[in-house]
C-alpha cells in the first residue's frame, strides 16, 4: 500500500491547483482525498518491481522442477 507520505504529497500538488481556496477547505479537501486514496488497493513503482521480480523468479523455478519432473517420468517409464 502506498505510503501516507506520498499520498500527501500528491494531495498538496492537487491542492495548489486551487490557489483560492481558504486553508479550512484545503484541509478538509486534503482529508477527503486521503481517506479516499486510502481505500484504493494501490502499490509503489518500487513494491511493484519487487513483487515482478519474485513472480519472474517463481516462474523460472516452476520451469526448472517442470522440467526435473518430465526427466524423472522418463527415467522411470525407462526402467518399465
Known sequence: MIANEVLSKLIQQAL?????ATHEVKQQVHQSLLNGL????????DEFEIQSALLQRSRE???QMEQQI???ERQVIGKS
Open 16 to 20: 495548489s491547483a486551487i490557489p483560492s
Open 61 to 63: 523455478k516452476l520451469t
Open 70 to 72: 518430465a526427466e524423472l
Open 38 to 45: 486510502q481505500k484504493l488497493d494501490i502499490v509503489t513503482r
